[in-house]
């Protein structure tokens, strides 16, 4: 009897952390649903022309010759078609007051009366169509429904982001319903104001953040099932961001006997859908981003005065193989500028960037956090690896995050920084909300002196405040005036 009382208490457990945080999620997402004006979160038309173009079967983007409307020069496109009047209404409508976007009655009225054009047009969106769209078929299928429904495009794109923010509450809660260890910090990654924000507005690295989480879920239960559930959760996040692939390596962990080679034949395995996808996209979606008119940078060798307006990955290339220390120089010295401000965009710098938070704020959560990671080391698990061989695990896993994070910065100095650059441009906090659930297997397991309530209660405690704290401050910056 007390062994079937003990393993009663161990479900109830995960079922009630699941439970909690979606008290404190589902007010806080469908505010922000409702709250947020369309198009302020971060590149959410070309998410929305993204979604939308799957109404229509538009699974592959399309590219195809256009013209540069500022220059008149000949350009590569990639993109899909969109009625027009969705697109009017994705883009949003606000005025500025004190260097913020600010709803007016008058730009709600106009938003709201924003009817269907029935009439495509061809969108091109070279930063999105190079992503797999399995992570858009919430947002697709809130379109659908509000169109059946008769619904102004206004309301088919907060319809839209209610079905995102309802995908991302049922991965995460499933996520906390099955993780074995670790909850207190995979609960901290899905109430991160940033994720919330993300999860619940049409930008798809909400769904991605919730899917890392119930990957990394799947990975404590040391089980096949669970080990399957995390390849194919993964899986949809890296043919969305194919650089985050060295973080597959760890599904084949621990660096143990047996099976191990075993599980790195099935890590080879599942890169292969994702490898045959970056080759699709290298050969016939992808295409330069177009920039301002620029000068290339101080590392740029060539005719000096040259003025470009695409960026060229070839160029950038060029510099880091012509002074190999640069692939280590750059992304540290893009670290020393940005760093304080990546930390606080990986907690919540909301909107296009411009609604931050108190510095206490930042670092209540960054304890929180912490902390977090503490109970993972301090957690019960499923078995226990000699002291050696889990330091030794912990450090793996520390060095393919760390090498995943390293490749990202490159990635973005290939495909998004201006030629010549001496730090890497584009980085954004939020990439690395990816990576922050698998710090639970950089933890050597230290034994089991932590209750995993004492772990997430601060958390907990930071997402009752949120509940609050969040509508209030995207109504204030959204609204008042």
Not at 363 to 370: C, F, K, P, V
Request: hydrophobic share 55%; proline share 8%.
């Amino acid at each position: 009897m007390r062994r079937r009382g003990t393993m009663v208490q161990a479900r109830q457990g995960p079922t009630l952390l699941a439970l909690l945080f979606l008290a404190c999620a589902l007010p806080v997402m469908v505010m922000i649903a409702l709250f947020t004006p369309p198009g302020q979160s971060p590149d959410e038309p070309a998410h929305l022309v993204r979604a939308a173009g799957l109404l229509r079967g538009a699974v592959l983007p399309v590219r195809k010759p256009g013209t540069d409307v500022d220059t008149g020069t000949p350009i590569e496109q990639v993109g899909v078609k969109i009625d027009a009047g969705l697109l009017t209404a994705g883009f949003g409508k606000a005025t500025q007051m004190e260097g913020r976007p600010v709803v007016t009655q008058a730009d709600a009225a106009a938003m709201q009366a924003t009817p269907w054009a029935h009439q495509l047009i061809f969108v091109s969106i070279p930063n999105t169509a190079t992503y797999f769209p399995l992570a858009y078929l919430p947002a697709a299928l809130g379109l659908a429904v509000g169109k059946l429904a008769g619904a102004t495009p206004f309301a088919s794109i907060i319809l839209a982001r209610l079905a995102t923010a309802l995908a991302y509450l049922a991965i995460g809660a499933a996520a906390l319903a099955l993780a074995s260890y670790g909850r207190a910090l995979l609960l901290a990654v899905l109430l991160l104001p940033m994720s919330l924000f993300l999860g619940g507005t049409l930008d798809q690295d909400g769904i991605l953040i919730a899917l890392s989480c119930l990957a990394c879920a799947g990975l404590t239960r040391e089980t096949p099932g669970g080990r399957k559930m995390a390849f194919v959760a993964f899986l949809v996040v890296l043919l969305a961001k194919p650089p985050y692939l060295p973080l597959l390596a760890l599904f084949a962990l621990p660096l143990a006997w047996p099976g191990f080679w075993r599980r790195a034949g099935g890590v080879i395995l599942a890169s292969l859908p994702v490898l045959l996808w970056v080759a699709i996209v290298v050969a016939f979606i992808s295409v330069p981003f177009g920039k301002p008119p620029y000068h290339p940078g101080p590392l740029f060798a060539g005719a000096q005065g040259l003025t470009m307006d695409r960026t060229d990955p070839a160029a950038n290339l060029h510099i880091l193989l012509a002074g190999k220390e640069r692939l280590f120089t750059l992304p540290w010295h893009t670290l020393a500028l940005f760093g304080t401000d990546k930390l606080k965009e990986m907690v919540g710098i909301l909107g296009l960037l411009q609604l931050s938070f108190p510095g206490w704020f930042y670092g209540l959560w960054w304890g929180a956090i912490g902390f977090a990671v503490l109970g993972a080391a301090m957690s019960s698990r499923p078995s226990v690896l000699p002291l050696p061989v889990s330091l030794l695990n912990a450090a793996a896993v520390l060095a393919v995050i760390v090498l995943t994070g390293w490749l990202i910065m490159l990635s973005f100095y290939l495909s998004w920084t201006n030629v010549g650059l001496d730090f890497i441009d584009g980085l954004q906090g939020r990439y690395a909300l990816l990576l922050l659930p698998f710090l639970l297997f950089a933890m050597p397991a230290l034994g089991a002196w932590m209750p995993e309530w004492l772990a997430a209660l601060p958390v907990l405690l930071l997402g009752v405040f949120e509940v609050g704290y969040l509508p209030m401050k995207l109504a204030a910056f959204f609204y008042v005036h």
